[in-house]
């Protein structure tokens, strides 16, 4: 089945620095990637839908400025937390659709998250 | 009107227990119903998939979608400690606008 890797799993870092997160579809391309943004006890909220090759769909409210995307190829997608500060800290997820799966891109899979703590 | 309703739980039955999860949603166009686990601080894993109505069972999980009623449900038969986590359920339509249900939590309690 589809398998979507990102990294780093956990990751802290200091108030005002940038931190990467890389998210990658292992064993399919992916045109389209989604990254959720997830708090504690909490369901998931959808940042923005990142796109290869054009700029990402940004949610209403995220700042397009603090969370910048590149899509740069069909298996990889980056989102980088710019200036980063305590409130910030939280649990990004991706996700990924599979055309070619059984369930054609109907359905989504996952990443196993990166844990974002911001001193 | 949420567009996708789930009780968040906790739930908490005692292994062996059928389990019973449900989400109503209020948007007809949804065709793709999907149900995933999260266990605490992972991503969430999808556990099955459904086309339309009808049931779709795989081992001791079973899903059922009533478009009718725009009702979905999964169940898990004799659930086990290891069942213990978030499960979310969400839809789409055609694989574009993905709604995610706000998830349960279970405790499975040996």
């Known amino acids: 089945g589809a398998v979507v890797s990102q990294h780093p799993s956990w990751v802290i870092c200091k108030s005002g620095t940038s931190v990467k997160i890389e998210c990658r579809s292992l064993?399919?391309?992916?045109?389209?990637m989604f990254w959720y943004r997830q708090f504690p006890k909490q369901s998931l909220m959808l940042m923005a839908t990142?796109?290869?090759?054009?700029?990402?769909?940004?949610e209403q409210g995220v700042e397009k400025d603090k969370f910048l995307i590149n899509h740069a190829s069909l298996t990889l997608s980056t989102l980088t937390v710019t200036s980063a500060h305590p409130e910030d800290s939280s649990f990004y997820i991706c996700?990924?659709?599979?055309?070619?799966?059984?369930?054609?891109?109907?359905?989504?899979?996952f990443g196993a998250g990166s844990r974002l703590t911001v001193l | 009107q949420k567009e996708v309703e789930q009780d968040p739980g906790p739930l908490s039955v005692p292994e062996g227990a059928i389990v019973s999860l449900n989400c109503t949603y209020s948007?007809?166009?949804?065709?793709?119903f999907m149900w995933y686990r999260q266990y605490s601080r992972k991503g969430p894993e999808l556990l099955m998939y459904t086309y339309s109505s009808g049931n779709k069972e795989d081992g001791r999980f079973t899903a059922q979608v009533d478009k009718s009623s725009k009702y979905i449900s999964l169940f898990i038969r004799d659930s086990q400690p290891s069942d213990s986590a978030t499960y979310l359920c969400?839809?789409?339509?055609?694989?574009?606008?993905?709604?995610f249900g706000p998830g349960t939590r279970l405790s499975v309690l040996p």
């Open positions: 064993d399919f391309q992916a045109t389209t």
């Open positions: 990142s796109n290869e090759g054009s700029k990402a769909t940004y």
């Open positions: 996700s990924a659709r599979d055309p070619g799966g059984s369930s054609g891109a109907n359905v989504l899979t």
């Open positions: 948007n007809s166009a949804f065709q793709y």
């Open positions: 969400a839809m789409s339509i055609y694989g574009q606008n993905f709604v």
